[in-house]
C-alpha cells in the first residue's frame, strides 16, 4: 500500500479554486471562503467582480447579548443565520453602506461614533459629534476609496460631514431655512443630497459648507399624515420615496412616562405594520419637476438605516422586482412625544397592489432589544 499523502487546503490548486470560486453568487459564501487563508483570500478578492451587487442581509439586535447581533442572509431565513461581533446596548447603528456600519455610543453625553466593518474586522475612528446622530451616509467604501465623505443628519436639525483625518466636523449652513430637520440623504453624481421631513430636496455643497434647496415641498402630503422621506438612485436618476404610517398609530405606540428608563423599561406590544404605503417619484432634471413611478420594474429598493438601495431582480438572485424591502428605522426614544418605538414595523411592499407582507418570521424579542432593531447590511469579502 503506498504512503498516504496529505495536502493542506492552503495547497489548492489555483485553478481548480479559480474555477469554485467564480460560480459563487452569494456574498457569504465569498465571506467565507476569503476567511479560510490569504491564498485563498487572494483568489477570492480577484473573482470578487462576479458578485454584480453586494446583497443586503439584515442585521438583528440579540437580546442580553451586548457584544453580538445575528446577520440573516438574504432572502431572509430563520433558519439560517450567524453572529456576528456588533456592540448593542449603547452602540446604536446609524448607517450602513458596503459591509461598513456607522456607530454612535451614548456614553455621558460624549457623542462618540465610529465606523465598524465586522466582517473584515476593521474600525475606523470618527471626531465626537456635537449632539446626537439621527441618521449617517457614507460616500463611498472606506475599505476602497480613503477619501470617503460621512455626512450625519442630526437628530434635532442640520447636518455636518467629516473626512478621514478630520479632528472635527464641519457643519453645513442652510441657505432660508432657520429649522431644517432632515431624514435621509444619498451620494448622487458625486455629491450629497439630503430630504427633509417635510419631502423638500437639498443639495450639499461641501467646498462652501453649503446647503440648498432645490426642490419645494409635495404638493400631494398634507401636515396631518404621518410620514418619512428616502433618497435612492434609480436608474441613474435622483428618486424621493414617501412611505406614509398608520394615521392612528395608538396600536404602535406605547406612552412613555417621565418614571423610570423608558428606553430600557418600557412595556411592549406586538403590533401590526405602522407603514401603509410607499409613493416613488423621480426627479425630472431639466423641469426640476417630480414625476410619479407607479412601476418599479425589475427593481427592487431597500429602505432603513442605511444607504437606500436599488436593485434589479435581472442581476440579482433572490430578490423581487416592483418592492419596497424596509425595516423600522424610526428613532425609538422620542422623549418629548412620548412615545417609544416598539421595532417591529418591517417588511416587503409590493408596489402593483400596495399589499405588505412579512420580511420573514424572526423572535420577536430580537426586535425590541435596541435602536434600530434590523438594519440592511451588504456585506463585501474586500
Excluded at 114 to 139: D, G, I, M, Q
Excluded at 277 to 286: A, H, I, N, Q, T
Amino acid at each position: 500500500m503506498g504512503k498516504r499523502i496529505t495536502r493542506k487546503w492552503s495547497e489548492i490548486n489555483e485553478h481548480i479554486l479559480s474555477l469554485i470560486i467564480s460560480k459563487i453568487k452569494h456574498p457569504s459564501d465569498h465571506i467565507r471562503i476569503s476567511a479560510v487563508c490569504s491564498s485563498w483570500r487572494s483568489v477570492a478578492k480577484y473573482y470578487r467582480y462576479t458578485l454584480s451587487h453586494p446583497i443586503p442581509g439584515l442585521m438583528i439586535s440579540i437580546p442580553r447579548n451586548p457584544l453580538q447581533r445575528k446577520f440573516i442572509n438574504f432572502p431572509p431565513s430563520d433558519d439560517y443565520y450567524h453572529t456576528i461581533n456588533v456592540p448593542c446596548s449603547s452602540h446604536r447603528c446609524r448607517g450602513s453602506y458596503g459591509g461598513w456600519l456607522v456607530l454612535t455610543v451614548a456614553d455621558n453625553n460624549s457623542n462618540s461614533i465610529y465606523l465598524l466593518n465586522p466582517f473584515l474586522k476593521r474600525r475606523r475612528f470618527l471626531p465626537n459629534t456635537p449632539e446626537n446622530v439621527k441618521k449617517a451616509v457614507l460616500s463611498s467604501s472606506p475599505s476602497s476609496d480613503l477619501k470617503f465623505v460621512v455626512l450625519v443628519l442630526f437628530e434635532s436639525q442640520g447636518a455636518a460631514f467629516c473626512k478621514l483625518g478630520d479632528v472635527l466636523w464641519t457643519r453645513l449652513k442652510i441657505l432660508f431655512c432657520d429649522e431644517c430637520g432632515f431624514s435621509d440623504g444619498l451620494f448622487f453624481k458625486r455629491r450629497f443630497y439630503v430630504v427633509d421631513e417635510h419631502g423638500k430636496i437639498y443639495t450639499c455643497n461641501l467646498d462652501d459648507s453649503l446647503i440648498e434647496e432645490i426642490s419645494s415641498q409635495p404638493s400631494d402630503v398634507t401636515k396631518d399624515v404621518r410620514r418619512k422621506f428616502y433618497l435612492v438612485e434609480i436608474e441613474g436618476g435622483l428618486c424621493r420615496v414617501l412611505r406614509k404610517f398608520s394615521s392612528n398609530e395608538s396600536f404602535y405606540y406605547e406612552i412613555a412616562t417621565d418614571d423610570g428608563d423608558i428606553y430600557n423599561d418600557a412595556p411592549y406590544i406586538y403590533p401590526l405594520n405602522s407603514t401603509v404605503e410607499f409613493r416613488v417619484c423621480k426627479l425630472d432634471p431639466g423641469t426640476r419637476k417630480w414625476v410619479e413611478v407607479k412601476w418599479l420594474g425589475e427593481y427592487a429598493l431597500f429602505l432603513g438605516m442605511n444607504n437606500s438601495v436599488c436593485l434589479s431582480e435581472l442581476e440579482v438572485a433572490g430578490i423581487e422586482g416592483n418592492k419596497v424591502y424596509f425595516t423600522d428605522d424610526r428613532q425609538r426614544n422620542v422623549k418629548d412625544l412620548g412615545f417609544v418605538r416598539p421595532g417591529k414595523d418591517m417588511g416587503v411592499y409590493n408596489v402593483d397592489d400596495s399589499s405588505i407582507k412579512s420580511l420573514c418570521w424572526t423572535q420577536l424579542e430580537w426586535l425590541t432589544s435596541t435602536d434600530p432593531s434590523a438594519v440592511w447590511v451588504a456585506p463585501l469579502p474586500w
